[in-house]
């Protein structure tokens, strides 16, 4: 279950960063059930669907699945994310 107290231990898996920023996209009291991680440092974004963060490195992640989770979320997601975001966005 991803809930607020386990951001203080998550880090981006790619360069270390920490801490990923968190944008809330559904969630009730301290439960998150979507959202996404924000690693402001290299840009990357990580998922958080069905209150599972999708943290893995760009070589494991399914593309078809993050550009279906922005389209998704993209009327709740910055414009930066959805345009530059990493390691796949909707300009890619």
Same mark, same amino acid.
């Given at each position: 279950?991803? #809930? =607020? ?10 360069? +270390? *960063?920490?801490? &990923? ?6 969630? !009730? /009291?301290?439960? #998150? *059930? @979507?959202?996404?991680? &924000?690693? =402001?440092?290299?840009? =990357?974004? *990580?998922? $958080?669907? %069905?209150?599972?963060? $999708?943290?893995?490195?760009? %070589? &494991? =992640? %399914?593309?078809? @699945?993050?550009?279906?989770?922005? @389209? +998704?979320?993209?009327? /709740? &997601?910055? @414009?930066?994310?959805? !345009?530059?975001? +990493?390691?796949?966005?909707? +300009?890619?």
């Amino acid at each position: 279950m991803m #809930i =607020r107290k386990v951001l203080e231990v998550l880090a981006c898996p790619v360069d +270390k *960063y920490h801490p &990923l920023d968190l944008l809330e996209l559904a969630s !009730t /009291g301290d439960t #998150i *059930y @979507e959202g996404v991680l &924000l690693c =402001r440092r290299c840009g =990357r974004y *990580y998922p $958080i669907v %069905n209150q599972v963060p $999708i943290m893995l490195p760009d %070589n &494991l =992640r %399914n593309k078809r @699945e993050d550009l279906a989770f922005l @389209e +998704k979320w993209k009327s /709740g &997601l910055p @414009e930066e994310l959805l !345009t530059s975001g +990493k390691p796949w966005n909707q +300009k890619s």
